[in-house]
């Protein structure tokens, strides 16, 4: 479950994410979160499918607030939950002619979030893909829609990125930085070198020599300053996935 959070104050933000990892750990799963500090800056990464739900402060302190950013998300997605959180619950009416799926006063207290995330468990569909713009011969501009299991890795190039998948090439136009900020935040993909991020799930074994292979033959190298962390990344993704199978066992 990928959930962003939109907090402009840090103690605001510390809680929440608090609150919602005490919670995960209860439930034993793992909870991906991306952070943002304003309207304007989760509008200009959301996508459809970017993440699973949203905490929005209704009261952000610069620019767009709370409610103008949810009506913006919902010209992109309709369905996506989000739940609003401030400390003016005068604003909790309004707040449902975005659809909203919950309301939570701050400071926010465990019982009302766990509640909150037991409906979202109940409710959500993970998501499962990467929406990336493309182009025809560099003017007829389009998107595409990317299964995040058939990413095997990308790569920076230049003017863009190259997202390499079970059945062949993507080329982007969006730059490496930028993907990378689309996509999930659950240790599944890691940067293995300079512009180069792969699955680690595609990844059948990593050698002490840097060689990665993967479960369709496809070779790729860690840079040795990268070595160590990408073998701890990936051990650690195998443990989650192990833990995560034993748990739905």
């Known amino acids: 479950m990928h959930l962003v959070i939109v907090e402009d104050l840090k103690s605001d933000r510390d809680n929440l994410i608090e609150r919602i990892q005490e919670n995960s750990d209860a439930a034993k799963d793992t909870a991906e979160l991306s952070v943002y500090t304003s309207g304007e800056a989760l509008l200009s990464d959301f996508r459809r499918g970017f993440c699973s739900a949203i905490f929005l402060d209704i009261m952000l302190g610069e620019g767009m607030n709370g409610l103008d950013t949810a009506r913006k998300i919902r010209e992109t997605d309709e369905y996506i939950p989000i739940v609003f959180t401030t400390t003016e619950k005068e604003f909790a009416l309004e707040s449902y002619g975005v659809h909203a799926m919950d309301f939570l006063v701050k400071p926010i207290e465990q019982a009302p979030l766990d509640w909150c995330m037991k409906r979202l468990r109940e409710t959500l569909v993970s998501p499962t893909i990467l929406t990336v713009r493309c182009s025809i011969e560099g003017w007829q501009t389009f998107e595409q829609v990317i299964s995040l299991d058939d990413i095997l890795f990308l790569e920076s190039v230049r003017n863009g990125s190259v ?10 136009g969006q730059s490496y930085s930028e993907l990378m900020r ?41 840079s040795r300053r990268k070595l160590k962390e990408t073998r701890a990344a990936y051990n650690n993704y195998q443990f989650m996935v192990l833990r995560k199978e034993g748990v739905n066992a």
């Open 163 to 172: 997202i390499h998948t079970s059945t062949g090439e993507v080329r982007s």
């Open 182 to 222: 689309l996509l999930p935040k659950t240790g599944r993909f890691c940067e293995y070198g300079r512009g180069t991020t792969v699955n680690f799930s595609w990844v059948d074994y990593i050698l002490d020599n840097g060689e990665i292979r993967l479960k369709n033959g496809v070779l790729l190298f860690c």
